[in-house]
């Protein structure tokens, strides 16, 4: 039975902190389990959000490592004493507040060390489906999309409308692009974006009227 798909998979959104980060609650509606992804400010404000929504989160995952997406990962890793899951090219950035940014906008932040290291091409199950995992590089050397379903969440990878920084320590505009054409352009249209800022799009809304995409597929 443990291959059987819960009840429906939903996706909830929570901007917090002064860059009014995209943090997500993933969760089964059936048996509430959950991951938290990119808890990156207000610890409090995500923590009512999970009791009132009666989850039981069971991982945290970091689409990057900067400090706007990291805040509240030693918060909520304690609350509920789980495990913090980032890939390898970022997995630096959690403890050392030069690398993740924090310390240039004046508010040093560190999370936990990450407990689990992810690749591309990673699938974590999860309640029956499988959370897939896409590097996506380019804004940071260690960005991850990831996909559950007819769900994608593309980190500071995609916004709507927009594409990542890459005029950061470790960015690259080429890697960015070429990772957005080969993991997420690939995607059926009707594929929701749920970006690490700002609105929710769609793959083909995107492909369509993104400028940083036009001509690429
Ligand atoms: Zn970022």
């Not at 974590?124 to 050397?141: A, D, K, Q, Y």
């Not at 980190?155 to 080429?174: E, H, N, V, W, Y």
Request: glycine share 12%; hydrophobic share 40%; charged share 20%.
């Amino acid at each position: 039975m443990e291959n059987t798909p819960c009840g429906e998979i939903r996706v909830d959104i929570l901007p917090v902190g002064p860059l009014q980060s995209n943090c997500y609650l993933i969760y089964c509606t059936e048996n509430r389990k959950a991951l938290v992804v990119d808890p990156g400010d207000e610890g409090d404000k995500i923590l009512r959000a999970i009791q009132q929504l009666r989850l039981v989160p069971v991982m945290i995952i970091n689409t990057h490592g900067h400090g706007d997406h990291i805040g509240a990962n030693g918060f909520i890793k304690e609350r509920f004493q789980i495990p913090i899951a980032i890939h390898a090219g970022d997995a630096p950035l959690l403890t050392d507040p030069a690398a993740n940014l924090s310390a240039w906008m004046g508010l040093p932040i560190v999370s936990p060390p990450a407990d689990q290291i992810l690749c591309d091409g990673a699938a974590i199950p999860f309640e029956g489906n499988m959370v897939e995992v896409f590097h996506t590089p380019g804004h940071s050397p260690g960005g991850i999309t990831l996909r559950i379903g007819h769900h994608l969440l593309t980190g500071d990878a995609l916004f709507k409308g927009s594409i990542g920084r890459t005029d950061l320590p470790g960015s690259s505009q080429a890697q960015l692009l070429e990772g957005i054409r080969r993991h997420i352009l690939s995607l059926p249209d009707d594929v929701i974006i749920y970006p690490g800022h700002g609105p929710s799009t769609t793959v083909g809304e995107e492909r369509r009227y993104n400028p940083f995409l036009q001509g690429m597929a």
